[in-house]
């Protein structure tokens, strides 16, 4: 028997002012795309924003629906518009950040399991690392890669 452990890597800034500026610009694309969230349960607003391989910046945020289940998070649905549009081109950065009232959230909204799932896979297609920014009004985390907010990732099939 062996003990592991897996450790992640990532830096915190103090505000996107510390950040080069194209991680800046794809902060500030993520917290305009809360606007265009439907989230009347929730009131949870919350957007991303993607960088691809061919310079394009794709944005999403979270719809929600009657029926639970059927609305979707604003990573995925940026993800799933790039792929369907851009299906040639890697996701290098995705940035995250979400308001209530209007207001930045001060801790970085985290992404649920399955949008890191699919963040996952599309890192796999594009065949890049794909960089993830949490943006907060507090601090920004960025992370190199999805396997470090995802270790031990599920793609074997
Ligand atoms: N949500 C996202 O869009 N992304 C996240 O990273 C976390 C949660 C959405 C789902 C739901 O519409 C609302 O936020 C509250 O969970």
């Not at 500026?21 to 349960?41: F, G, N, Q």
């Not at 040639?88 to 992404?111: E, F, M, S």
Request: aromatic share 8%; with cysteine.
């Amino acid at each position: 028997m062996t003990n592991k452990e897996i450790k992640i890597a990532f830096t915190e800034y103090a505000g996107a002012a510390e950040m080069e500026a194209e991680d800046r610009t794809l902060v500030e694309k993520a917290i305009e795309a809360t606007k265009h969230s439907y989230a009347p349960y929730s009131n949870f607003n919350v957007g991303a924003a993607l960088l691809l391989d061919n310079g394009e910046i794709v944005t999403g945020s979270n719809q929600e629906n009657a029926a639970y289940p059927s609305g979707l998070c604003a990573e995925r649905t940026a993800m799933f518009y790039a792929s369907s549009q851009y299906p040639q081109h890697a996701i290098l950065k995705i940035a995250i950040a979400a308001t209530q009232g209007g207001v930045l959230c001060g801790n970085p909204a985290t992404p649920c399991g399955s949008c890191r799932q699919v963040m996952a896979q599309y890192q796999l297609r594009g065949g890049k690392p794909m960089q993830i920014i949490l943006a907060g009004s507090e601090k920004i985390l960025k992370f190199e890669k999805v396997d470090d907010l995802l270790p031990l990732i599920f793609d074997s099939i």
